[in-house]
């Protein structure tokens, strides 16, 4: 299908004027794509179906019946979709695509069952690795592994003449091996860093290889960097991967300056098949000074927004590093520490609503979400943001007192299904019966108002979207358990999750007139389903494929021969 008009219509026919002179009684605009015989879910509640949609330009300019889009447009060929269903594009709201990327490029050890598994893998890799070069890992679940973390002793034995480091699945912890440790300077007397640990032998002093948060940095600050090329390579790979599985968009969180460069030269080269809003990583001062001084980037292109700044106030549940009003119930000697204090989140906030950033802060543990939300309440009351949307990534454990405060704040708690369906082994033994209540309480969250996109975290999580409607509206894992769902009171229905991962998304990005549903004067971002998503029984979801993703009305992935367009 070729272009006949200029590419300025879709815009034009947005404003009123143009909008009156492409009423009816003038000719059917000419158009880039035209869809028939689909099952359009809009998510649009005026029209909440359609048979046809068409685009112009990068943008919907039409919906309709089949009928209607044969009259309209006769001779246009059409792209038969023999009632298939097609939905907005995803939206996924919390995800780190060169974590993805470098999994990708680092060895995958995500699979394996136990420490024996990990060692032959590293021991095999060694083989082929000239002496002396790193070899990184990633995947071993720091979470589950947490109630008895390995040691290096048998990893360290298998390769004497290699540093190795591998990072846990959520990147709250690493495994560095004897020759590792030794590079980085890391021994008996080495005093833990501020907001790390040094895991060590209870019996020795020595220290394990295994470095909490923080820690992580005495040795990663010793791994030679990616090279431009690997970074935006990995990147590549991971976008590729997210437009096969419907993702359209993504809520970058925690870019650095190289990375921006890297989506940029990306985009030069037409090499991005997907959107990104990013947040800019909060720790590194003079990223943050830079961006602040020169204002936030919104892209008229919507391809790269740079409008958001991203904290840390606490670390994970599964390590004990989130920071928690009472002690662990069980570890009655911690409650957790902060990784950025309440004042530091305040000053930076104010700072960034005063420049028109918004700011996303992770916090999982009840003392880190109320420190942020104080933090957040008295800079909304200093600067004068009329929009700020302020975030907090995960909201996972929060005070029952605390939850009204998001929708009274317009704070946006941005939750992710997957990991409540990843914790429910041990979350409540972390916080007892009690705190339990407000824990991954997404629907308490939704019904005090407040705004909920929904995310996946991946690479800590798997980045398929079905897989994480299937958390949200069944809490349970993927085998069905626990029959009736864990703490099923907060299950979501399948309305509420699909508006999580597309509108509710749309909105936490400054987007909702743009994406989130099909309407007229939308980007032109859509899924075709291998089934109808609102029919399926939930089990069903686990096997929902994407057949084609379009952004821009421009077709970025096709799985093979599912659907053969006729014209
Ligand atoms: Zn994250």
């Known amino acids: 299908m070729s272009r006949r008009t200029p590419a300025s219509w879709s815009t034009l026919c947005l404003g009123l004027l143009a909008a009156l002179a492409c009423s009816a ?14 099952n359009v879910v809009t998510l649009d509640a005026a029209r909440p179906s359609a048979e046809a949609l068409a685009v112009g330009g990068d943008r919907i300019v039409w919906l309709g019946s089949t009928q209607e889009a044969r009259q309209r447009w006769p001779e246009e060929a059409a792209l038969n979709l023999a009632g298939a269903t097609l939905i907005p594009g995803i939206i996924d709201a919390h995800t780190h695509l060169l974590s993805l990327g470098e999994s990708y490029i680092k060895i995958n050890l995500r699979d394996l069952p136990d420490e024996s598994a ?42 004497p003449d290699h540093p190795v480091f591998l990072v846990g699945l959520h990147g709250f912890a690493g495994w560095a091996n004897a020759r590792a440790l030794e590079l980085a300077g890391v021994a008996q007397d080495t005093a833990d860093p501020p907001k790390g640990q040094i895991v060590r032998d209870p019996a020795t002093g020595l220290p394990t290889g295994i470095l909490t948060n923080r820690a992580q940095e005495l040795v990663t600050r010793h791994l030679p960097p990616l090279t431009p090329e690997q970074t935006q390579r990995a990147i590549e790979l991971a976008a590729q991967e997210c437009v096969k599985h419907g993702l359209t968009s993504v809520h970058e969180a925690k870019v650095s300056a190289p990375m921006i460069e890297a989506y940029r030269a990306l985009l030069r080269e037409n090499r991005l098949p997907l959107r990104i809003s990013v947040m800019l990583d909060g720790a590194d001062r003079a990223l943050v000074d830079e961006w602040l001084a020169r204002g936030p980037e919104v892209d008229p292109a919507h391809r790269l927004h740079i409008r958001s700044v991203k ?11 989130a920071a928690l009003l009472e002690p662990y119930s069980d570890e009655p000697g911690s409650r957790g520490l902060f990784t950025t204090p309440g004042e530091a989140v305040y000053d930076i906030t104010r700072r960034s609503l005063e420049r028109g950033f918004q700011v996303a802060t992770h916090a999982i543990g009840d003392a880190a979400n109320r420190a942020v939300l104080d933090a957040y309440e008295r800079a909304l009351g200093e600067a004068n943001a009329s929009d700020a949307r302020l975030r907090i990534e995960h909201a ?56 909920v996109p929904l995310s996946s975290d991946f690479p800590g999580e798997t980045l398929d979207p079905f897989h994480g409607i299937y958390a ?35 909105y936490a990005e400054f987007e909702e007139r743009d994406k989130g549903s099909l309407e007229t004067g939308k980007l032109a971002d859509f899924l075709v389903l291998s089934a109808d998503i609102t029919q399926l029984a939930p089990p069903q979801l686990l096997e929902l494929r994407v057949l084609r993703t379009y952004v821009g009305g421009k077709l970025v992935f096709e799985s093979d021969g599912q659907v053969s367009p006729t014209r």
């Open 311 to 321: 904290l840390f106030a606490d670390g994970a549940l599964g390590s004990r590093g």
């Open 396 to 451: 996972q454990v929060v005070a029952a007192e605390d939850i009204p405060r998001f929708a009274k704040l317009g704070v946006i708690a941005s939750m992710q299904p997957p990991h409540a369906t990843s914790d429910m082994p041990w979350a409540e033994q972390r916080v007892g019966a009690t705190r339990i209540q407000g824990a991954y309480a997404w629907r308490s969250m939704l019904a005090s108002g407040a705004h």
């Open 25 to 38: 009684g003038e000719a059917p605009p000419a158009i880039d794509l035209l869809v028939v015989n689909a």
């Open 472 to 506: 949200a509206v069944t809490r349970q894992a993927p085998d069905g358990t626990p029959a009736g769902g864990w703490r099923p009171e907060q299950r979501l229905t399948l309305d509420e999750a699909l508006r999580g991962y597309t509108r509710e998304a749309a």
């Open 118 to 159: 990990i060692v032959e893998r590293i021991r095999q890799a060694a083989a082929t690795t000239p002496p002396g070069e790193w070899i990184l890992g990633w995947g071993w679940d720091e979470g589950k592994w947490a109630a008895r973390y390995p040691t290096n002793a048998a990893l360290s034995a298998a390769t």
